[in-house]
């Protein structure tokens, strides 16, 4: 199989948008458009690897926007996107992909079906691009009135991917410099070389106004009707020790929690409540306590993991909700850290992670203080398959 590598380019500014962040780094959905632009490709079995391209004042928002993915370090942009995806081409350079596909990061509606018409179009053209046939009837205007009706049989609305043999690509775009073309596309052109039109998913819209992005939203959920509710529940005893783990929170106490990885209940909690949603067993099915390379593990790689699956699906997390029994320490003066560092981990909003404690008005193992329990609720939205 060919290696393919997707080129996300999010380099601009989003000065059209009109927001204070840059467009891709808006929420859709409760994710980053960037992260929900990256994940279809860095989840489909025929792309090797992914490389981002953005502008170097933004990498704080970068970095927030990818949180848990694997990914290398990004690709410094130039000041047009033209000069952008050439700087992405050229770090590509010593890796001699066979493939690059070549997407804006302001599409986060593309689907795998999409890549995966654009990847095998590259085994008979040098060069393949998303697009949609044009169905609207087109008028030329003079002074403000219509002076006929353009034929539109052969007219096609360009989208991203945009998928080339790498040697090909990077050296029509080397030819290309100092011109300003209005896609990758057009570069190839420019160079002659054939680019063929393979259909795109008709929701694959590009977020270019506030009114895209609700759009986008809309369309977005309307396919992730399977909704679903999944619990966990967690305990684990007091050993000695000076500090605690609380849904991704290091808190001091008099004692510390004992298990195998950190022993975080409410993250295992809530593990095991994702889990549940997509009918994927618990966590010690993932994460067998027997293995040694868990031991001492951080929690967090156990939820993210979860997300992950889900993410996998073409799904989203709409909400958590993570409840501590104990009698001490006390949660509140840490509640909205663990809010933040669950929100982080499962790259998602705080306003979609909800945290609350109780006690169990000294009844039970918690309430003699031998140790902590937590009970978790989880929400996932998922496209129906079946």
């Known amino acids: 199989m060919p290696t393919c590598v997707a080129l996300i380019v999010a380099g601009g500014r989003g000065e059209r948008f009109g927001a204070d962040l840059p467009k891709q780094y ?40 990818v949180q848990g993915l694997d990914l290398p370090d990004p690709i410094q942009g130039g000041p047009t996107r033209q000069d952008s995806v050439r700087n992405g081409l050229e770090a590509l350079v010593g890796h001699s992909p066979d493939l ?23 085994a008979k053209h040098p060069g393949a691009i998303a697009a949609i046939p044009l169905a609207d009837t087109l008028k030329r205007a003079e002074g403000g009135l219509s002076a006929g009706t353009v ?47 393979v259909p795109s998913n008709p929701e694959n819209l590009k977020v270019t106004q506030s009114d895209d992005l609700a759009r986008a939203e809309r369309l977005f959920l309307s396919g992730l009707g ?74 967090a790689k156990f939820l993210r993991h979860a997300a992950d699956l889900v993410a996998r699906r073409g799904g989203v997390i709409a909400h958590v909700d993570v409840t501590i029994l104990c009698e001490r320490p006390k949660v509140g003066p840490h509640r909205e850290a663990m809010v933040a560092r669950m929100a982080e981990i499962l790259g998602i909003a705080p306003s979609r992670v909800s945290v609350k404690a ?29």
């Not at 690059?100 to 590259?122: C, F, G, M, S």
């Not at 096609?156 to 029509?172: E, S, Y």
């Not at 109780?358 to 496209?383: D, K, M, N, S």
Request: hydrophobic content about 40%; overall charge negative; glycine content about 10%.
């Open 358 to 386: 109780t006690t169990t008005e000294g009844l039970g193992f918690t309430g003699r203080r031998e140790g902590i329990a937590a009970q978790a609720a989880a929400t996932v939205r998922l496209p129906f398959t079946e």
């Open 26 to 65: 808006l929420h859709l959905a409760g994710r980053p458009v960037l992260r929900r632009s990256v994940e279809p490709f860095l989840h489909h079995p025929l792309v090797s690897g992914v490389r981002v391209v953005i502008d170097p004042r933004h990498r704080e928002l970068y970095e927030q926007a």
């Open 100 to 122: 690059v596909l070549i997407h804006d990061a302001a599409r986060p509606l593309v689907d795998a079906a999409t890549i995966t018409r654009v990847v095998e179009a590259l």
């Open 226 to 299: 399977d909704i679903r509710t999944g619990t966990g529940f967690d305990v684990h005893k007091f050993c000695e020790g000076d500090h605690v783990w609380l849904c991704g929170v290091k808190v001091p106490h008099t004692q510390r929690l004992e298990g195998h990885s950190d022993a975080d209940v409410g993250l295992h909690a809530l593990t095991d409540a994702i889990l549940g949603c997509l009918g994927e067993g618990d966590i010690g099915t993932h994460f067998p306590p027997s293995d040694p390379q868990w031991k001492g593990a951080d929690s």
């Open 151 to 197: 034929d539109r049989t052969a007219l096609w609305r360009a989208r991203t991917p945009q998928g080339f043999r790498f040697a090909d690509i990077l050296k029509a775009h080397r030819m290309a410099v100092g011109m300003n073309l209005t896609d990758d596309a057009a570069v190839a052109e420019q160079a002659g070389l054939p680019v063929a039109l």
